[in-house]
């Protein structure tokens, strides 16, 4: 069947946007994806511009959780951009390839083929913005594992996901927004990280909490650090500043002080100290 040539390339919000630019023209692609995050939005939106102006012939698509919530909103402020694939990508993307390639194919295909693609908004052939139905969350142990020969990762940070989703939902993080916390199974998760310590991996990182982290550990015979400190439940008061409202210290005296907790209120996190305290 159609098939697409795939190329990927890794940049860095350090790089200059000029640099960056000019390697994506070297590539040559009829279709370019960008994965969007907190840290590179901004750095992202200069080179939309600037493709605007040295690319305007090709179809660019966006991805990615800083893009998910407001995608009619950036379609509208870059009219290059052709769509954006909202919430879980590894589906939708392997989908809008296939459109793509079998486009190649057709003599009749159209961009308003897309909308039978879940979990994309996109520019129809008239410009409408056009929203397929949300995809559903994908089960975790249908991910492919793509570590079984890590020659190509000598020397490198792998990224592996054993669980998606939260359990709270704290205002000012993107994991409380979907409401669907999912594992992979356990047995499938021992098994492959045996092959990733078999394969000479030296460490390995836990971005998690405390109590995940030494799940890892146990599971494990490799050293095992956190890459978090696991501090606290708080408010956010702008991006980046919180308020440290909880330490999950499971003795509750909140319906004693008025709603003031005097573990994280406190400096010295007292409840019954010489100012009074709690009791």
């Keep these: 069947g159609a098939f697409c040539d795939i190329e990927i390339a890794e940049y860095t919000i350090n790089q200059q946007p000029a640099k960056v630019m000019a390697d994506i023209y070297k590539h040559d692609a009829d279709v370019i994806m960008f994965s969007c995050y907190i840290w590179n939005r901004a750095f992202m939106e200069k080179l939309l ?96 594992f793509v570590y079984e020969d890590l020659s190509d990762f000598e020397n490198r940070i792998i990224y592996y996901e054993s669980s998606r989703g939260c359990p709270f939902r704290c205002s000012y993080c993107l994991s409380s927004v979907d409401k669907k916390l999912r594992f992979r199974s356990i047995d499938l998760v021992k098994k492959e990280l045996k092959v990733l310590r078999n394969s000479g991996a030296e460490a390995v990182v836990g971005m998690a909490c405390g109590d995940g982290v030494q799940t890892v550990a146990d599971n494990v015979t490799l050293p095992v650090s956190p890459s978090n400190d696991t501090l606290f439940l708080g408010q956010v008061e702008r991006v980046g500043m919180f308020h440290e409202y909880c330490r999950m210290c499971g003795d509750c005296v909140l319906g004693s002080t008025g709603g003031i907790c005097p573990i994280t209120q406190c400096a010295k996190s007292l409840v019954n100290g010489p100012c009074g305290g709690a009791k």
């Design 49 to 144: 511009n600037d493709l605007a102006v040295v690319r305007p012939d090709v179809d660019i698509w966006l991805g990615g959780p800083e893009v998910s919530f407001d995608s009619e909103e950036i379609l509208v402020r870059f009219s290059n951009v052709c769509g954006i694939m909202t919430g879980e990508g590894e589906e939708t993307f392997a989908k809008l390839l296939s459109a793509y390639a079998a486009a190649d194919e057709a003599t009749d295909y159209s961009v308003d083929n897309f909308n039978s693609i879940s979990g994309i908004i996109y520019r129809s052939s008239a410009e409408a913005i056009v929203c397929t139905p949300q995809r559903e969350p994908l089960d975790m142990d249908q991910l492919p």
